[in-house]
């Protein structure tokens, strides 16, 4: 039909109107709400580059859990600042590691129990070199061995499900990690404990705020030998086959924004819940142009989520999961 039978602004018309015929919606049950937890009592340090996201001690990340369970956020995702790091990364399967004792404070709150904890599953906080596995070599030919890397995966894995993580989520991008896991987790019968696989990850440009926060910058080389090269969609499909033929539960995409091809290509070719990560570089640079008065913050922060949403994210991991949840309520 042509003009001026067809007028698409008749269902733009009134509030009333976009809202019955809306496409695409939010709720702060689709949101993961990340925390970066560290050693001390009353420890709210905030992140320099990543403003209003802070290092907290335990006794104040169950109070941001508590504002997160009373605004209906459907997870957290926990990651851990341990109070001394080594070369092989001991703090992440060490049953008193800090994400370790979080989990259980979290799962022994009764109020909490709305909340799905993901424990996030690598070694790059714990290490004394920030890469997320074992290295090998030195100088220009350090890499980090993948296969020695795979038992400490693991076995940070099992730390995390005995402690309470209802999922854990490997974000190594070593091949074979999720196969390593599972195995590992059935063994110690955490047969019920899910896989969320950082399936495609990318060796990204927006991770550096992440790196303060949680004190993770490789002390030499980069993570480009095992995270994915931007431009390669297709590699990313084979990397996401091989986790889910691997035991993969769910699926994660890293990062969102620029990436949201790889979101839509991903929810067109696999059924597994997929989910996407807002990354602390494009959470920093919407505050830094809130903060400037160059954006409008509700609708740019709201137009970003239901930007990854539309293109076939079913939850996503974003610093602003409490102000979305707060403005959708």
Not at 12 to 24: C, D, G, N
Not at 71 to 76: Q, R
Not at 114 to 125: F, H, R, Y
Not at 248 to 263: E, F, H, N, Q, S
Request: some cysteine; overall charge negative.
């Amino acid at each position: 039909m042509q003009f001026p039978v067809t007028r698409m602004r008749r269902l733009r018309r009134t509030s009333a109107m976009r809202s019955l015929v809306q496409e695409t919606f939010l709720l702060p049950s689709q949101l993961i709400y990340p925390l970066f937890i560290c050693p001390g009592q009353g420890v709210r340090k905030p992140i320099s580059s990543m403003p209003g996201v802070f290092n907290l001690s335990i006794d104040e990340a169950l109070k941001d859990a508590a504002d997160c369970a009373a605004l209906g956020i459907g997870g957290l995702l926990l990651f851990g600042l341990p109070a001394s790091k080594d070369e092989v990364g001991s703090g992440a399967y060490a049953d008193d590691g800090i994400v370790q004792q979080a989990l259980r404070a979290m799962k022994a709150d009764a109020s909490l129990n709305s909340l799905v904890l993901i424990a996030d599953a690598c070694l790059c906080e714990y290490t004394s070199h920030g890469h997320c596995g074992v290295l090998v070599g030195e100088g220009a030919d350090c890499t980090v061995d993948n296969d020695a890397s795979l038992p400490l995966l693991a076995k940070t894995a099992v730390s995390l499900a005995k402690a309470g993580a209802d999922i854990v989520a490997p974000s190594d991008m070593m091949d074979g990690r999720v196969a390593a896991m599972r195995d590992a987790m059935d063994e110690a019968g955490f047969t019920e404990t899910a896989i969320m696989s950082y399936a495609a990850k990318f060796a990204s440009a927006f991770y550096g705020p992440f790196r303060e926060a949680a004190d993770s910058t490789p002390q030499m080389g980069d993570r480009r030998g095992y995270q994915m090269q931007g431009t390669n969609l297709r590699e990313a499909m084979r990397e996401i086959e091989l986790d889910v033929a691997e035991g993969a539960d769910m699926l994660l995409a890293k990062p969102a924004g620029p990436y949201l091809d790889v979101i839509r290509a991903t929810r067109e070719r696999f059924d597994l819940p997929l989910g996407a990560y807002q990354v602390s570089g494009e959470y920093s640079a919407l505050i830094a142009a809130f903060e400037r008065g160059w954006l409008d913050r509700d609708r740019a922060m709201m137009e970003s989520l239901l930007a990854i949403r539309r293109a076939g994210a079913d939850y996503i991991v974003t610093y602003f999961a409490r102000d979305a949840a707060r403005l959708l309520k």
